[in-house]
């Protein structure tokens, strides 16, 4: 089964994005900060991540910046949700590879349809 890590500070958001994601078919894991997130790393590794930029603890960016610097050898695709549009968010989610910038709110067409694509390419 596809592993769908979420995380974002705000539960509705998780829970309308959990909720539609296993309606898809996917497995998914909710984390309300990047703190957790990070630590439930080490007992398992999602296909994608999903996260929010701004929460309490460690932010989307910072979390995504600790991933990279620790595990450099691991290749998923993250998405980064945010109803910030400054442009120095969409310049540093431009420097990574395997990242989306979302702005939100976000569609869920898109977001399946995203996934979908990136599920559909990683069989060939």
């Not at 089964?1 to 998780?14: G, P, Q, R, S």
């Not at 549009?85 to 310049?91: A, F, G, K, W």
Request: one cysteine or more; hydrophobic letters at 40%; glycine letters at 4%.
């Amino acid at each position: 089964m596809k592993k769908i890590m979420l995380v974002d500070d705000e539960m509705h958001v998780l829970r309308i994005l959990k909720l539609s994601l296993e309606k898809q078919g996917y497995e998914i894991a909710t984390y309300n900060n990047g703190e957790d997130a990070l630590n439930a790393l080490k007992q398992g590794w999602p296909d994608v991540l999903v996260t929010d930029i701004q929460m309490p603890c460690m932010t989307g960016e910072e979390l995504c910046k600790q991933i990279r610097l620790e595990y450099p050898d691991r290749d998923f695709l993250i998405f980064v949700l945010t109803s910030r549009t400054e442009i120095e968010h969409r310049e540093w989610s431009a420097s990574f590879d395997n990242l989306q910038f979302l702005e939100k709110p976000v569609s869920m067409r898109n977001l399946i349809s995203q996934l979908d694509n990136y599920f559909k390419h990683q069989k060939l």
